[in-house]
């Protein structure tokens, strides 16, 4: 088991000497959800689907089977000798944790609630209803997650759009987000979206969500939540003519056209802060936590963290305002999980926890379910940190000074710009490519950053960046050596 | 692409030229010779002209039945005009000469060749629902090649005009034509007409087939015999003997399969220009061509003689039967924008779910052996595609082999292999869980419903499979299949040192083996997932039959159970025996609405429109319901007793309220503390 872990770790290239995945719990062979000798109560199957910090500082987790965990010593140096405790069980299907104060908050399928240990046994007693309004067909995919707090306090909820038998999209909010009202009840915000199942802050305050490549999302997005945006999906968009939604579409949704020509014909249509273009950037986003460690998760503070179910990896999201709005850069981070993860979250000791299950959809990560730990060791990877937009191109900043010969040379760099097709069908082939020629580089006297001016920059269109040739100043390849700007507004200055 | 459309559309209604599909949409805007090849055998010139295009052969209808399938009246106008009766009709214009005596000769001549013994008359049409016809004809695939019919929205809405990029195959007027029953005869069987296979035969029950001619025929009402039948021509020996000289005059042998004693004798082709391809010939058969039509056939005649390479003839046989209009091939072909909503499937497996599978070297893909069975109607792998593959017959007989010369790929043998690793690799435990989307037999899948990975050994060609296994993307952009050994590299460097060589040839080697499935199908269920409430109640949270999707059920240790309601509040059901078996709620991608494993099941009729708002456990995990009614909050604690449920419910006394509280029909409750303000304890008891 050890020594196949090990060998799994050193599969994964990425970031591999400067981050370290330990196991907490994982699968075995013997173990699966589905094994033969598997029992209610007798092993713990733990897939991971919310993951928040207690207020003493143990790490609550809740599984898709209904139950919340909470799990102790996942910081310590053997984290595998981590000891398990029951919470709450007997919930439909968790998406999210949450810890506020002394509780935990959950959403369930069909409402989110309150759990509260009112008598100091460690053991909820308390499944108060805490957020609720949403219809529920008993679609399978018509799932609910979160909750997430934004800057303002409010606490977000998405809910995914239904699929097969039951599915009723023309019932309220489905493929919205929201939040929960003082009253509980659920005040629709967004629309637009299909699998939205990953919430997040960034440093600001500000909401974000990563949703999943399918039918309208022709690769996977990472939102702005603000009100009254709508984003892709119009499968649920019926619930915009309901007197809660704060949507008003001013023209019909359109359909199978170049997406900056769908912006074009629908204005409150918002194009997502970043793309992750398919298979390049993996498949199925499913969360985001933003880096806020003081340096300890390495130097990429402020910068957010995409969790990838089907590529069983980790990407790495630099965003900046362009005339108040969001956009930016996502990069390759670090593969090799042990399965498809579904949450993250950073540690007080600013390690990454890793939760995941691989129940229902395939995933090359070798195992059914699991909680991982991604811990930096100090050396600082040789990577693009940051991806700005200027006005003639862009500007590169690395983790360490670059070997300024070879950076000041135009052809190190080579880079491309597509857009996507918006249609029903389910994801999109990058179409409308054309090169972009690199007219200059320029490096900084600290050989910190490089301003490329570029030609032929479209606004709305995904540019493609790949470097391969770059060094650092002591001779390093580039961690990796690609990177995707969404460049929905080029700045003016 | 609009201006391309507003073109052909403008072809279409100029409505001249015979209708050739696979030439129009691939050959028309640059003739070749290639495309010449094409017209030549599917405009029939081959037929009186000789050669060896290399494609099969196209043949007229069948004529021996014509006069029992089609109205003479509207036969004799085809035969005269058959461009203007049938826009885009194949048939070239061969009886130019003809007066309406002639024809009416060649109908009488025609319908002597009816089988003097004729078989059993088919069974009379009781019932025709001509709306179903319509979903099936605008859903099994017709409209890949004809339009589709009104009447029907795909789920998608409906296409623009512009979206459909090349003709669709025509209709003559179908009412005039046909009748009811020889239309369904003809779309049931279409082979026995169309022997050349150019209208395949969709597999279907014969009811389909009725429906569908209702449809087309917009056939009034659902009482079949009001069909009005065909009438059969009385037979004049003269007129029988005058049709067979204008037949032989005609030359309609040399496309219609047809006595001997009438036979076409071949016409030597001496020159390249004019005669069929002159707009105003009048000597033989006029063809209304098109510019591009000559200038590719003028193309080919100039290499008749030269052999069609295998891949050239095996691109122009798909092209010729129109495979391509559902299949892409090398890039081209396929639904194009107007149909593809029509193409409608299983939404969780994409693209790959409604669209049929790519041609693009399928000769290098399928086993020939396996190809020809799919040829031959049987060997379907894709039971979530509506749309049907056809048959073709005869058409279709050498077609796996040329495809498999056309596309030969350097041939791989798989070396070795492990077939318990393999096992394990398509496993899901710590393989590449293959089983999660892929069935596997007759077993369903873990999550969405993939074609059956049981029988790829005798499927695919080992050198397809090993390239496809790490690059899916390569053969089928945007598929739902991820790779597991991405650019060759293992997924798992723990089974066979991660040699991707050894791991295909493992996997390939299990499924060979055909010794056991997968790791990982959940096994048959002995009560395994089932709660047994032990020592304290047990709550969980589902979907219930009944109840709802807010429902929470109940197990009290004490043998009755209960379905709580958790959205309005109140319970919902009760009932004795087991409680309840958690594997589909805990671990299937796909809930269902439980129901209580029991025959007896009583049910709590709903109180009110309250509002559910949580519950909380005591010491020994009775639950304490929370729920409010008009403003006011209202608890109710169940707990298990011998036979039955106790159920006291509290609440702050308030003026003019009183609960709204229901009880199970035909059950005697045994009500204590009703009198006491703010409180009231009901007993259940199932006997």
């Given at each position: 088991?050890?020594?196949?872990?090990?060998?799994?770790?050193?599969?994964?290239?990425?970031?591999?000497?400067?981050?370290?995945?330990?196991?907490?719990?994982?699968?075995?062979?013997?173990?699966?959800?589905?094994?033969?000798?598997?029992?209610?109560?007798?092993?713990?199957?733990?897939?991971?689907?919310?993951?928040?910090?207690?207020?003493?500082?143990?790490?609550?987790?809740?599984?898709?089977?209904?139950?919340?965990?909470?799990?102790?010593?996942?910081?310590?140096?053997?984290?595998?000798?981590?000891?398990?405790?029951?919470?709450?069980?007997?919930?439909?299907?968790?998406?999210?944790?949450?810890?506020?104060?002394?509780?935990?908050?959950?959403?369930?399928?069909?409402?989110?609630?309150?759990?509260?240990?009112?008598?100091?046994?460690?053991?909820?007693?308390?499944?108060?209803?805490?957020?609720?309004?949403?219809?529920?067909?008993?679609?399978?995919?018509?799932?609910?997650?979160?909750?997430?707090?934004?800057?303002?306090?409010?606490?977000?909820?998405?809910?995914?759009?239904?699929?097969?038998?039951?599915?009723?999209?023309?019932?309220?909010?489905?493929?919205?987000?929201?939040?929960?009202?003082?009253?509980?009840?659920?005040?629709?915000?967004?629309?637009?979206?299909?699998?939205?199942?990953?919430?997040?802050?960034?440093?600001?305050?500000?909401?974000?969500?990563?949703?999943?490549?399918?039918?309208?999302?022709?690769?996977?997005?990472?939102?702005?939540?603000?009100?009254?945006?709508?984003?892709?999906?119009?499968?649920?968009?019926?619930?915009?003519?309901?007197?809660?939604?704060?949507?008003?579409?001013?023209?019909?949704?359109?359909?199978?056209?170049?997406?900056?020509?769908?912006?074009?014909?629908?204005?409150?249509?918002?194009?997502?802060?970043?793309?992750?273009?398919?298979?390049?950037?993996?498949?199925?986003?499913?969360?985001?936590?933003?880096?806020?460690?003081?340096?300890?998760?390495?130097?990429?503070?402020?910068?957010?963290?995409?969790?990838?179910?089907?590529?069983?990896?980790?990407?790495?999201?630099?965003?900046?305002?362009?005339?108040?709005?969001?956009?930016?850069?996502?990069?390759?981070?670090?593969?090799?999980?042990?399965?498809?993860?579904?949450?993250?979250?950073?540690?007080?000791?600013?390690?990454?926890?890793?939760?995941?299950?691989?129940?229902?959809?395939?995933?090359?990560?070798?195992?059914?379910?699991?909680?991982?730990?991604?811990?930096?060791?100090?050396?600082?990877?040789?990577?693009?940190?940051?991806?700005?937009?200027?006005?003639?191109?862009?500007?590169?900043?690395?983790?360490?000074?670059?070997?300024?010969?070879?950076?000041?040379?135009?052809?190190?760099?080579?880079?491309?710009?597509?857009?996507?097709?918006?249609?029903?069908?389910?994801?999109?082939?990058?179409?409308?490519?054309?090169?972009?020629?690199?007219?200059?580089?320029?490096?900084?006297?600290?050989?910190?950053?490089?301003?490329?001016?570029?030609g032929g920059l479209r606004p709305l269109y995904i540019h493609e960046l790949h470097a391969d040739g770059l060094r650092s100043a002591a001779g390093e390849a580039l961690d990796h050596a690609d990177a995707y700007y969404t460049l929905n507004r080029i700045p003016k200055n | 692409m609009m201006a391309r459309a507003a073109i052909l559309l403008a072809a279409a209604a100029l409505g001249a030229e015979p209708l050739v599909t696979g030439f129009e949409r691939f050959h028309a805007a640059t003739p070749t010779a290639e495309g010449g090849r094409l017209l030549y055998n599917e405009l029939g010139c081959v037929n009186c002209h000789g050669g060896e295009t290399g494609l099969p052969a196209m043949r007229g209808p069948a004529l021996a039945s014509v006069s029992q399938r089609v109205r003479s009246e509207w036969l004799r106008k085809f035969m005269a005009d058959p461009t203007t009766v049938h826009a885009g009709a194949v048939m070239p214009q061969v009886l130019v000469k003809a007066d309406a005596q002639a024809l009416v000769a060649i109908e009488h001549y025609l319908a002597a060749l009816k089988p003097k013994a004729a078989a059993k008359a088919p069974a009379k049409i009781m019932h025709v629902n001509g709306g179903r016809g319509g979903e099936l004809f605008n859903t099994l695939g017709c409209v890949a090649c004809h339009a589709p019919g009104q009447g029907f929205v795909p789920p998608d809405g409906a296409p623009k005009a512009a979206d459909f990029t090349h003709r669709s195959i025509g209709f003559a007027d179908l009412k005039t034509k046909y009748s009811l029953e020889s239309l369904s005869a003809y779309i049931f069987e279409p082979l026995k007409v169309r022997t050349d296979g150019r209208m395949p035969k969709i597999a279907m029950e014969k009811q389909d087939a009725v429906d569908i001619a209702g449809y087309l025929l917009e056939f009034q009402g659902s009482d079949g015999r009001l069909d009005v039948a065909i009438d059969q021509v009385a037979l004049d020996v003269k007129r029988v003997a005058a049709g067979r000289k204008a037949v032989i005059t005609a030359r309609c042998a040399a496309c219609h399969d047809l006595p001997k004693d009438v036979a076409a004798a071949p016409v030597a082709l001496k020159k390249t220009e004019g005669g069929c391809l002159d707009a105003e010939h009048t000597k033989g058969p006029r063809y209304a061509l098109s510019g591009a039509q000559r200038a590719a056939l003028k193309l080919f005649l100039a290499k008749k003689d030269e052999a069609a390479s295998p891949k050239v003839a095996a691109d122009l046989t798909l092209q010729a039967l129109n495979c391509v209009a559902c299949h892409e091939r090398d890039g081209q072909g396929g639904p194009d924008a107007g149909r593809k909503p029509y193409f409608q499937g299983d939404h969780n497996l994409g693209d790959t779910g409604r669209y049929p599978p790519p041609l693009t070297g399928i000769g290098g893909k399928l086993r020939p052996e396996w190809l020809a069975k799919v040829l031959a109607g049987e060997n379907r792998v894709r039971p979530y595609l509506q749309v049907k593959m056809p048959q073709y017959g005869a058409a279709t007989a050498d077609l796996a082999k040329l495809l498999g010369i056309a596309d030969a790929r350097a041939a791989l043998k798989f070396e070795g292999g492990d077939d318990t690793a393999g096992r394990k690799l398509m496993g899901t435990q710590g393989g590449a869980g293959c089983i999660t989307c892929h069935r596997w037999g007759d077993r369903p899948s873990?999550?969405?419903?993939?074609?059956?990975?049981?029988?790829?050994?005798?499927?695919?060609?080992?050198?397809?499979?090993?390239?496809?296994?790490?690059?899916?993307?390569?053969?089928?952009?945007?598929?739902?299949?991820?790779?597991?050994?991405?650019?060759?590299?293992?997924?798992?460097?723990?089974?066979?040192?991660?040699?991707?060589?050894?791991?295909?040839?493992?996997?390939?080697?299990?499924?060979?083996?055909?010794?056991?499935?997968?790791?990982?199908?959940?096994?048959?269920?002995?009560?395994?997932?089932?709660?047994?409430?032990?020592?304290?109640?047990?709550?969980?949270?589902?979907?219930?039959?009944?109840?709802?999707?807010?429902?929470?059920?109940?197990?009290?240790?004490?043998?009755?159970?209960?379905?709580?309601?958790?959205?309005?509040?109140?319970?919902?059901?009760?009932?004795?025996?087991?409680?309840f078996d958690a594997y589909t709620t805990w671990f299937s991608r796909f809930p269902i609405f439980e129901k209580p494993p029991s025959e007896k099941i009583l049910a709590w009729p709903k109180s009110s429109d309250g509002r559910f708002l949580g519950y909380r456990l005591d010491a020994q995990g009775n639950p304490t319901f929370l729920y409010e009614q008009y403003g006011v909050k209202l608890e109710e604690t169940f707990e298990g007793i011998e036979h039955g449920l106790r159920r006291t419910i509290t609440w702050a006394p308030t003026p003019d309220f009183s609960p709204a509280l229901t009880h199970p029909e035909g059950m005697s409750v045994d009500v204590k503390e009703s009198s006491k303000q703010g409180r009231r304890v009901y007993i259940y008891l199932l006997k």
């Open positions: 088991m050890k020594a196949a872990f090990a060998l799994c770790f050193l599969a994964a290239s990425l970031s591999a000497t400067s981050y370290e995945i330990a196991d907490i719990l994982t699968a075995s062979t013997a173990a699966d959800t589905r094994a033969k000798d598997w029992k209610p109560g007798a092993g713990l199957a733990l897939e991971v689907s919310g993951m928040d910090w207690t207020a003493d500082g143990k790490l609550a987790v809740a599984i898709r089977k209904g139950e919340v965990w909470i799990v102790d010593g996942v910081l310590d140096a053997q984290p595998n000798k981590a000891t398990f405790k029951l919470f709450a069980s007997g919930l439909h299907e968790p998406l999210g944790l949450l810890s506020d104060g002394k509780d935990l908050l959950v959403t369930q399928r069909t409402e989110m609630t309150r759990l509260r240990d009112t008598t100091g046994a460690g053991v909820a007693n308390e499944y108060l209803t805490a957020g609720y309004g949403w219809n529920v067909s008993g679609a399978y995919h018509g799932y609910a997650y979160g909750p997430k707090r934004d800057g303002q306090g409010n606490l977000w909820v998405t809910l995914n759009v239904d699929m097969g038998d039951h599915a009723d999209n023309k019932a309220p909010w489905r493929g919205w987000g929201g939040i929960i009202g003082k009253d509980g009840k659920f005040i629709p915000m967004v629309a637009g979206m299909r699998s939205p199942c990953g919430l997040g802050t960034n440093l600001a305050g500000d909401m974000f969500c990563v949703d999943q490549q399918g039918t309208w999302i022709p690769t996977t997005p990472i939102y702005h939540l603000r009100k009254g945006a709508f984003f892709l999906n119009p499968e649920g968009v019926a619930s915009e003519k309901l007197s809660a939604s704060p949507v008003h579409l001013s023209a019909p949704v359109p359909s199978k056209i170049p997406y900056p020509d769908a912006l074009k014909a629908l204005p409150e249509m918002c194009p997502p802060a970043i793309w992750m273009p398919y298979n390049k950037m993996g498949r199925s986003g499913t969360d985001l936590a933003t880096c806020d460690t003081g340096g300890k998760f390495g130097p990429f503070d402020g910068q957010m963290f995409v969790a990838e179910f089907t590529d069983a990896k980790i990407s790495r999201v630099f965003m900046e305002k362009v005339d108040g709005e969001y956009q930016g850069a996502c990069f390759p981070f670090i593969g090799g999980f042990a399965s498809g993860i579904v949450r993250l979250r950073f540690a007080p000791d600013g390690s990454l926890m890793v939760g995941m299950t691989s129940r229902g959809w395939s995933s090359l990560g070798t195992k059914a379910y699991g909680l991982q730990r991604l811990r930096y060791n100090g050396t600082v990877p040789f990577a693009i940190k940051e991806m700005k937009a200027k006005p003639d191109g862009f500007e590169l900043v690395f983790t360490k000074p670059v070997d300024i010969a070879r950076a000041g040379d135009v052809a190190m760099y080579r880079m491309t710009n597509y857009t996507l097709f918006y249609s029903g069908a389910y994801g999109s082939d990058e179409i409308q490519s054309a090169a972009n020629g690199i007219v200059s580089a320029k490096v900084a006297a600290d050989g910190r950053s490089v301003r490329l001016k570029v | 873990l999550g969405i419903q993939g074609p059956d990975l049981s029988n790829i050994a005798a499927r695919l060609q080992e050198s397809w499979l090993r390239e496809y296994l790490i690059n899916p993307a390569a053969y089928r952009a945007g598929t739902l299949m991820p790779s597991f050994w991405p650019a060759g590299k293992s997924f798992n460097p723990a089974i066979l040192g991660g040699d991707t060589d050894k791991q295909i040839a493992s996997i390939f080697k299990f499924i060979e083996s055909a010794n056991g499935e997968p790791e990982g199908f959940p096994q048959n269920r002995n009560g395994e997932y089932e709660i047994v409430p032990k020592d304290r109640p047990v709550v969980q949270r589902t979907f219930v039959e009944g109840v709802g999707v807010r429902a929470l059920l109940v197990g009290f240790p004490t043998g009755v159970h209960l379905a709580y309601d958790g959205e309005h509040g109140g319970p919902a059901l009760m009932w004795n025996g087991r409680f």
